[in-house]
């Protein structure tokens, strides 16, 4: 694509409720959404010293999130056969993701033990050695991506290990013309033993996206030499239509290579920001498919700016609640109707 034109910028004042288009709540019969990546448990430390498992992991909330908004997502990646499996397999069943993509695995799950500050941020060490998380293997993800998908979404924890990492990088490098891809890098340090190596494996697997949903301390700990909205922009001269830089306020700076655009995060009351990005990007993506647009019509700002107002919303009524638990929400002619 080519994209040519003066930077204009403009500002979008608050989060409404939906975008404007309408267009069906589901896609249409073999036309499915993939999530690729993984799942996970949680164990939060809360602020009284009770350690409580919530279920999680970027890729799973992504999955839960799309499927909360009535899309039937189809969730990639290996889950255990241990209780805690059985139990994301349970959750991501009952928000209406599809299973057809889970590959079972006799390791322990994957955990991370999670501390909330006192402003609701949240700080993950992950245990992953030896566990059914990064076992996923190019064939098997192959083999579970629907035909004709009509969008993928990758990253997180899914990019930073092998030999997952090169699995879903193959998806993204197999994706059709058709099958528009969003990539949450969701970079989280300490994770990972060679740091440049899935830094770069990172970026050229951005290079391959359609949009690219990050946060700016995801762009500070791939690009720490520039600020995050330099590497915003020197990203779109690479490869992508759209970018979405999240901040740690939960404000959203939409990019494209001729416009910009700032969405100020929606007033709630915060009990912990844990998936809220996930929650984010995955949204996005839904409301996007939900109004029946694809890779081609990425060109259109103002209904990427108002398909961003929708994600918003859906990640602010995350932080509503303890844990990555996005709301429900069905779609009624063009409006999304939000409920728990």
């Known amino acids: 694509m080519v994209r040519r034109g003066q930077q204009q910028s403009i500002n979008v004042p608050g989060a409404a409720a939906s975008p404007s288009r309408s267009g069906g709540a589901v896609p249409q019969a073999g036309r499915a959404i993939a999530v690729a990546g993984e799942a996970i448990v949680d164990f939060v430390l809360e602020s009284s010293g009770r350690t409580t498992p919530h279920l999680g992991g970027g890729s799973f909330n992504a999955a839960r999130t799309l499927g909360r908004l009535g899309l039937r997502p189809v969730f990639i990646g290996r889950v255990s056969s241990d209780r805690y499996g059985r139990a994301l397999r349970g959750a991501l069943e009952e928000s209406g993701v599809s299973l057809d993509g889970v590959i079972a695995s006799d390791a322990p799950t994957t955990f991370a033990r999670v501390e ?15 566990t059914s998380m990064a076992g996923l293997l190019p064939a098997e993800a192959r083999a579970a991506m629907p035909e ?3 969008a993928l979404h990758v990253g997180g924890l899914g990019l930073a290990v092998e030999p997952q990492a090169s699995a879903i990088a193959t998806l993204v490098r197999d994706a059709g013309p058709e099958t528009l891809v969003l990539v949450d890098p969701n970079c989280r340090d300490g994770v990972v033993r060679r740091r440049t190596a899935h830094c770069d494996r990172l970026r050229d697997v951005m290079c391959l996206a359609d949009v690219v949903k990050a946060s700016e301390e995801d762009f500070a700990y791939l690009d720490p030499g520039r600020t995050p909205h330099q590497t915003a922009r020197a990203l779109l001269e690479r490869g992508p239509a759209v970018v979405l830089l999240t901040n740690g306020s939960c404000d959203v700076t939409v990019l494209t290579a001729r416009y910009e655009g700032l969405i100020e995060a929606p007033f709630v009351d915060v009990v912990d920001t844990v998936g809220a990005g996930d929650a984010f990007g995955a949204a996005w993506l839904g409301g996007w498919v939900a109004d029946g647009l694809g890779r081609q019509d990425l060109g259109d700002f103002d209904a990427v700016v108002r398909t961003a107002e929708f994600a918003s919303v859906v990640a602010a009524r995350t932080c509503e609640r303890a844990g990555a638990e996005p709301p429900r929400a069905a779609k009624v002619d063009a409006e999304w109707c939000l409920e728990w």
Request: glycine fraction near 16%; aromatic fraction near 6%; hydrophobic fraction near 40%.
């Open 148 to 150: 004709r998908a009509v």
């Open 116 to 130: 909330v500050d006192g402003d609701g941020a949240a700080n993950c060490r992950l245990y992953i050695e030896g």
